[in-house]
């Protein structure tokens, strides 16, 4: 079945420690992908996208995400993270690659601890 | 830059009542979305629009219903409220027509049914 799994649901990570969080979509063929963030009762954030081309894309805030065709995965990272970086994460995708309805991941929450 | 408006942002209605929910897409954007995220859950495509027209239908209840008018402007229409209505309603817009667009996020209307 067509989906898009964050195996992690809620991560913790240390002010200034690396960040990385997993994407993973079981889809037919590439569909393009995206990462948004959400801050708690606030709008989703759009922050970085993958349509096609280089597998390395970057996005705000210091974001990062690689594209890795034989593993479908989408990872999103960042080198060092800062408190303000805690919210709640979603992968998402367009498997139809027509600007039509995305269909996200359950969510990662990212807490930042001091 | 301008972004998605939605309105109002918060709401309550009783039961067997009705609600309509506004959002005003970015300056030449041509494509509408809903979305619904009920709470601690990730957002549920509903509906969408592109040129006025219906381009994509996803989990939208038949006790909804959804139009684009002229300005590019949509209205969410919901009748009979019921309880399970409760949650957070995103708008997005993108500019389709103009080749393929991400879509961007209004800030959400919150309903609570009681």
């Known amino acids: 079945a067509q989906s898009v799994t964050q195996p992690d649901i809620h991560i913790t990570v240390s002010e200034g420690a690396s960040l990385e969080l997993r994407c993973n979509y079981s889809?037919?063929?590439?569909?393009?992908l995206f990462w948004y963030v959400q801050s708690p009762g606030q709008g989703l954030q759009l922050l970085l996208k993958?349509?096609?081309?280089?597998?390395l894309v970057q996005g705000i805030k210091g974001f990062e995400a690689e594209f890795k065709r034989s593993q479908s995965s989408f990872n999103l990272r960042k080198p060092s993270v800062h408190w303000s970086d805690a919210a709640e994460y979603f992968c998402a995708v367009d498997a139809n690659q027509a600007g039509t309805a995305l269909i996200f991941g359950k969510g990662t929450t990212l807490s930042v601890s001091s | 830059a301008a972004g998605v408006i939605q309105s109002p942002r918060h709401l309550i209605k009783e039961k067997r009542e009705t609600a309509t929910l506004k959002c005003y897409p970015i300056p030449r954007h041509d494509t509408v979305y809903w979305y619904q995220q009920g709470p601690g859950q990730d957002p549920q495509f509903l509906i969408s629009f592109y040129e006025k027209m219906q381009s994509d239908k996803g989990s939208i209840p038949d006790r909804f219903s959804a139009q684009q008018f002229s300005d590019y402007h949509s209205e969410l229409n919901m009748s009979s409220l019921e309880l399970g209505d409760s949650a957070l309603y995103f708008c997005?817009?993108?500019?389709?027509?103009?080749?393929?667009?991400?879509?961007?996020f209004g800030p959400g209307t919150r309903l609570t049914v009681t």
């Open positions: 889809y037919g063929a590439t569909p393009y």
């Open positions: 993958y349509f096609s081309g280089d597998t």
């Open positions: 997005a817009s993108s500019a389709k027509g103009a080749g393929f667009g991400e879509q961007y």
